[in-house]
């Protein structure tokens, strides 16, 4: 069964509306107007209401990048915003990047909750003072590291983007959080190596893009590598107490698309507790803008 996965208790975030592809965000105390290509809708608020609201607004160049008009003169160009779960308190530096990104992506808040929690329960139960290790796979600015950090894990952040890393790197200590092992590397290499050395990993967590390019300009394509690099993945989790959790935001993927991926290259132990879910976002009228899809499964 799909389950419709949302966040719930985000003070610092909040979708405002959405409609005509576009979407109308608080982050903090600033609101942002970027385009959303799923808001097929009209909005509920008028042009003159997003005007009034909106302290900056992303307007694409053509390309996939753009620039951001602001409204508001004093916005700065970063901000700080915290999200909270039971003992769990992260804090993010935000900016206004040229590629309508600004450094998080606050539906994945119901995965940091999943990620914590099961490191926590992990870290519980370790004997010997041994602690679980989790790889953090294109892993941008590291809500997700993050998450694993404040449970109790010794932390593995990839990304092939060195400024993203050090991006990262100042979240974690914005989150009085250290210890993140950073590597500028492109992730399906470094898998492939893990595997080949046969070391295993407690939790993976994945949000492999669409398309990109590693440190030394390798190329992926999600459509054509995906297959091999979830066996890959699956030789390097841990047959035991582990867990997984992977995104996909590509336009136009079935859930099923990973359920049949995850069932294909995991074992029993785990699949049993395989959970596929629907990120969304819902905003103040009640409606829920989708926000990808996920895949999360687990043993013992």
Known sequence: MI????????????????????????????VLRRPEPQALW?????????????????????????????????????????YNHGEMKLRFR???????????????????DFIYQRCKLATAAAHSGTVPKVLNLFAYT??????????????????????????ADANMHLSKL?????????????????????????????????WGHGPKGEKWKLEDQIDELMGQVAAILAPQKSFLVMNAYSLGYSSLILENLGRSHFKPAHTKNLQIGELCMPERSGRRLPAGITMRLFAG
């Open 178 to 210: 250290d210890g993140i092992r950073w590597l500028v590397e492109d992730a399906f290499k470094f898998v492939l190596r893990e595997a080949k050395r046969g070391n295993q990993y407690d939790g993976i967590i994945m949000d492999p893009p669409a």
């Open 142 to 167: 590291g809500g997700a590291s993050l998450a694993a950090k404040a449970g109790g894990a010794d932390v593995i952040h990839c990304d092939s983007i060195k400024q993203v890393v050090n991006w």
């Open 94 to 112: 935000l900016g206004l990047t040229r590629f309508k990104h600004v450094g998080i992506f606050p539906e994945q808040a119901v995965n940091w």
């Open 42 to 82: 009209s909005p509920h608020l008028s042009e003159q209401d997003w005007k009034k609201l909106t302290d900056a607004r992303f307007v694409q160049d053509g390309s996939a990048s753009g620039d951001w008009e602001r409204s508001n003169k004093t916005m700065p160009d970063q901000w700080v915003i915290g």
């Open 3 to 30: 389950q419709i996965l949302s966040p719930t208790g985000f003070q610092d975030y909040e979708l405002i509306d959405s409609g005509k592809g576009e979407k109308l965000e608080r982050f903090g105390k600033y």
